[in-house]
């Protein structure tokens, strides 16, 4: 089993920053990679952006390249998500998920971040 505790959201103005980050404990030898996946109100739950955790090999969706940037610190078991540039349809509860090699996912509790003026 693995658990995942999200942190970092909250309110911000439109160009703003925020830093989340998700620590995972328990068996986490047995996760390969981390996401941070986002749903807005009345949408589908998206992902936003991802990364292995042995190569660091990251992706992200078209829409927050070049602004959000996703890290991992495995000394830790900690993945953050910094997010740069933010703008109103940033808006959503952002979800940090682990997926496991014997095909297991994981999900954290959510946090909310909001973009407004």
């Known amino acids: 089993q693995v658990q995942l505790v999200e942190s970092g959201g909250g309110l911000v103005q439109p160009g703003g920053s925020l830093r989340l980050s998700c620590a995972a404990s328990?068996?986490?030898?047995?996760?390969?990679?981390m996401s941070w996946y986002r749903q807005a109100p009345g949408k589908e739950r998206e992902l936003v952006a991802g990364i292995t955790m042995t190569y660091g090999t990251t992706n992200y969706a078209d829409s927050v390249k070049g602004r959000f940037t996703i890290s991992r610190d495995n000394a830790k078991d900690t993945v953050n998500l910094q997010m740069d540039s933010l703008r109103p349809e940033d808006t959503a509860v952002y979800y940090c998920?682990?997926?496991?090699?014997?095909?297991?996912?994981?999900w954290g509790q959510g946090t909310q971040v909001t973009v407004s003026s």
């Open positions: 328990g068996v986490t030898s047995s996760i390969y990679r």
């Open positions: 998920n682990a997926a496991s090699n014997y095909g297991w996912g994981y």
